[in-house]
């Protein structure tokens, strides 16, 4: 279901809001609102990795934005630009905590007149945006729920083996990895990798899920169980995913190493360990983990809550959902029911 669709299949007002990276770079946020005029105030939503906004958009009978709309929220989704809506492009997460994720509050804040906002953040928009609170770049960020990784990526060890090993081989054919190649492989370097996934992936018949789960994660799949997905969705998710640059895995291999996020370009906005200094932030983090997840272990997320409740004792929480994974949280046929009012309630608190 495209975007355009949901909102008018619920009556929405939608809006796409330009705006400009701190580096130049053009993005925008699509404002979504329903029929009666919010009554709480923005939230802005972060997708990950080599996705879009709509990523929230699954065609289920109530989406996340459904659910946020009608629990009164003002609906901001971040195309920030490791988004397929843009053109690819050699992003790290710290041109996106730097350049993006501030400039996008920053316009929300502009356009509503808001003088806070929350937020729910995933996978690497999670981690971004994470590097940004704790830089203090976005102080107006009052709540913050994070799903599936923030501060302390792990990763299943097969993961890691293919990150150390895997890794400088794919480099030697490209410089981005594309699950779409499933649908339509452009060149040699992407029906060699496509025959690879075809060879070692017998999960499904969908070739963008078994693309998925080769660049992403472990498992069969990596990033959902099957059984969680409606068919509608499990075909969807064709055109949701495109191009990843392999940059982005140089670094996140790099945190990985460390145990916890750290900066690549030296930007002296941004501190080298993002674990060393503690948070600039006085947002309250509410952390989700799916128990499934084979993309980033539930690990990852109960690092980070140790390590901020260690700081502030008793104002984050942690929430491990069984039966779910990575982002079957959000596309799940019935996430409505399992997960969406827990964040919702966070959001609320």
């Known amino acids: 279901m495209a975007a355009s669709e949901s909102a008018s299949k619920k009556h929405y007002s939608e809006r796409v809001v330009p705006f400009t990276a701190g580096d130049g770079r053009e993005l925008n946020l699509i ?18 990795a080599g996705v879009r906004a ?32 843009f053109p690819p492009n050699l992003w790290t997460l710290d041109q996106a905590a730097l350049y993006d994720h501030p400039q996008a509050v920053k316009t929300i804040l502009n356009e509503t007149g808001a003088d806070t906002l929350k937020a729910v953040i995933h996978c690497q928009g999670s981690t971004s945006f994470t590097m940004s609170a704790m830089a203090g770049l976005v102080p107006e960020v009052t709540t913050i ?8 990526p792990v990763v299943p060890s097969w993961s890691t083996f293919k990150l150390n090993y895997f890794l400088p081989v794919v ?30 992936h017998h999960e499904c018949n969908n070739a963008v899920c078994k693309q998925v789960s080769f660049t992403y994660g472990s498992g069969f799949p990596a990033l ?9 969705t499990h ?14 895995f140089d670094q996140i291999l790099r945190c990985i190493k460390r145990g916890n996020l750290v900066s690549v370009e030296g930007f002296k906005e941004l501190p080298a ?27 990852s997320q109960e690092k980070a809550y140790s390590y901020f409740s260690e700081i502030r004792k008793d104002y984050h929480t942690l929430h491990v959902l069984p039966n779910y994974g990575h982002l079957d949280v959000f596309m799940g046929k019935n996430a409505a029911r399992d997960t969406f009012p827990l964040m919702i309630a966070e959001l609320d608190r």
């Open 31 to 48: 404002n979504v609102r329903g029929e009666t005029a919010p009554k709480k105030g923005p939230v802005i939503l972060v997708h990950g």
């Open 54 to 85: 709509n990523i929230f958009r699954a065609p289920v009978e109530e989406d996340f934005v459904d659910a946020l709309v009608d629990a009164g929220y003002d609906v901001w989704l971040e195309n920030w630009r490791a988004s397929i809506e």
């Open 145 to 152: 729920v994070s799903n599936a990784v923030s501060l302390n």
């Open 171 to 200: 480099k030697m054919l490209t410089r981005y990895l594309n699950p779409h190649w499933g649908v339509e492989a452009p060149n040699f370097s992407a029906k060699l990798i496509t025959l690879f996934v075809n060879l070692t």
């Open 224 to 232: 959902w169980s099957h059984e969680n997905l409606n068919e509608k």
């Open 235 to 248: 075909e969807w998710l064709k055109e949701e995913f495109a191009a990843v640059p392999l940059r982005f």
């Open 273 to 299: 360990d993002f674990a060393e200094d503690g948070p600039k932030t006085d947002a309250r983090f509410a952390f989700f983990a799916g128990k499934n997840n084979l993309c980033f272990l539930p690990e």
